[in-house]
């Protein structure tokens, strides 16, 4: 089982709609990552959360420590936002991040 | 400073050679970190350097592979003896390691190695 797990693995959805990426992880963590990848690789780091909800422009995330879960939701869904989206956690004392495989978004016009 | 920069962005070699990549991160951070995206996956960790010291090796680091950052700047990334399983994009990240446990780390474009 992988350490981080995120759930749709593809995600096509209509201009204008609300979608949500979920995120799971099996290990106890200091901080979880929200990173948007386009094609030809670059990463942009989105979120870092360690508790609670942060919000910025049309993205929230929020996340659960208790539950192990964190969500990512994009409101007013633009086909701008078409990307891999990567959960990442970093755990104990460990500088590094562990990735979850992404979730592909595509937002149609 | 534009942030992390990566050379060459993409490298074609035949099984065999060797390469070596470089990365440039943002000039004030002290940790430096090199990831590898397969496709299809998200990012594995490979190595990480706390200024000239390199403090973490994943398992998936073998020996023909070699990371050095001297002076705590630039780093290079060497694999010796390619395999055609080495084909990957080669992520290099760097963040500035204050008090904090966890901080955002800042990614390069990344170096995409094809083996033949």
Same mark, same amino acid.
């Given at each position: 089982?992988n350490?981080?797990? &995120?759930?749709?693995? %593809?995600?096509t ?9 979920n ?9 979880? @990552?929200?990173?948007?990848? @386009?094609?030809?690789?670059g990463?942009? #780091? ?6 609670g909800?942060?919000? @910025? ?6 996340i %659960?420590? &208790?539950?192990?879960? #964190?969500s990512? @939701?994009?409101?007013a ?11 990442a956690?970093q #755990? ?6 562990t990735f979850g ?9 | 400073?534009?942030g992390?920069?990566q050379?060459?962005?993409h490298k ?5 050679? $060797?390469?070596?990549?470089r ?6 951070? $002290?940790?430096? !970190? ?7 996956? =998200?990012?594995e960790?490979?190595? !990480?350097? /706390? ?8 398992r ?10 001297p002076?705590g ?6 694999? /010796?003896?390619?395999?055609? =399983?080495?084909?990957?994009? !080669? ?6 390691? =204050?008090?904090?446990a !966890? $901080? ?6 990344g ?6």
């Amino acid at each position: 089982k992988n350490e981080v797990e &995120q759930s749709p693995q %593809n995600l096509t959805a209509q201009e204008g709609e609300f979608i949500t990426i979920n995120c799971s992880y099996s290990v106890g963590i200091s901080a979880l @990552h929200w990173l948007q990848q @386009h094609p030809g690789g670059g990463i942009v #780091s989105l979120f870092m959360l360690s508790s609670g909800k942060k919000k @910025h422009g049309r993205l929230i995330a929020t996340i %659960n420590i &208790q539950e192990k879960h #964190s969500s990512l @939701h994009i409101t007013a869904s633009h086909p701008r936002d078409s990307a891999v989206y990567i959960c990442a956690v970093q #755990s104990g004392s460990a500088r590094q991040l562990t990735f979850g495989s992404g979730t592909q978004l595509t937002v149609l016009p | 400073d534009t942030g992390v920069s990566q050379n060459p962005r993409h490298k074609i070699t035949k099984r065999g050679q $060797n390469v070596t990549f470089r990365c440039d991160p943002i000039s004030e951070h $002290n940790r430096l !970190y090199w990831y590898r995206q397969t496709l299809g996956q =998200g990012p594995e960790f490979l190595t !990480y350097f /706390q200024n000239e010291a390199q403090l973490e090796k994943s398992r998936l680091l073998s020996d023909r592979f070699s990371a050095e950052r001297p002076k705590g700047s630039f780093s290079t990334l060497e694999i /010796q003896r390619t395999e055609q =399983g080495d084909s990957a994009m !080669y992520l290099c990240a760097s963040s500035f390691g =204050g008090g904090g446990a !966890y $901080n955002e780390q800042f990614f390069g474009p990344g170096t995409r190695l094809t083996v033949l």
